[in-house]
């Protein structure tokens, strides 16, 4: 997969996420449903200007993966009904840029993951997935940069 990886440092980024835990197979559904509901909520919320998408996710456990759904926001806010406030967090981060489709997010994180384990770096067992507009880009053209929180 071309690309490189990089150790990157991070400053922390507030979000407006959805909170799920689902196996590998409803991770779609579960894209869609959250990102509707913060969607449906963002005007309502006071959290500011709006960033790009982004989805939290915990090292996976027992083929559940649990995650935080959701867009980055400039400021905090009161939680409104399944959408909650949460960030993403700072510090030195192992990063990879995914340029294509969302297909090849699999072999994206692999890539960042041998990476990682090649140069002897510990994970925190964070990680996360910012992605830039997908709606009516041609899906060769979609950049996601992934990042895995070092320990």
């Known amino acids: 997969m071309p690309g490189e990886c990089s150790i990157v440092t991070v400053d922390r980024q507030l979000t407006a996420v959805v909170k799920t835990k689902v196996p590998f197979a409803k991770i779609g559904d579960a894209q869609r449903a959250a990102r509707a509901a913060v969607d449906g909520a963002l005007s309502s919320l006071a959290a500011g200007s709006r960033g790009r998408p982004c989805t939290r996710f915990r090292t996976p456990a027992a083929s559940m993966l649990e995650m935080e759904i959701g ?3 400039a400021r905090t806010f009161p939680a409104t009904g399944e959408v909650v406030p949460s960030d993403l967090p700072p510090g030195r981060a192992a990063h990879f840029l995914l340029k294509g489709s969302f297909e090849g997010m699999p072999g994206a994180w692999q890539t960042l993951f041998d990476w990682c384990k090649a140069e002897k770096l510990e994970l925190a067992g964070t990680n996360w ?12 053209r979609l950049e996601t940069d992934l990042y895995a929180l070092l320990a």
């Open 71 to 73: 867009t980055i926001v």
């Open 129 to 140: 997935e910012i992605y830039m507009p997908w709606q009516g880009v041609d899906p060769a």
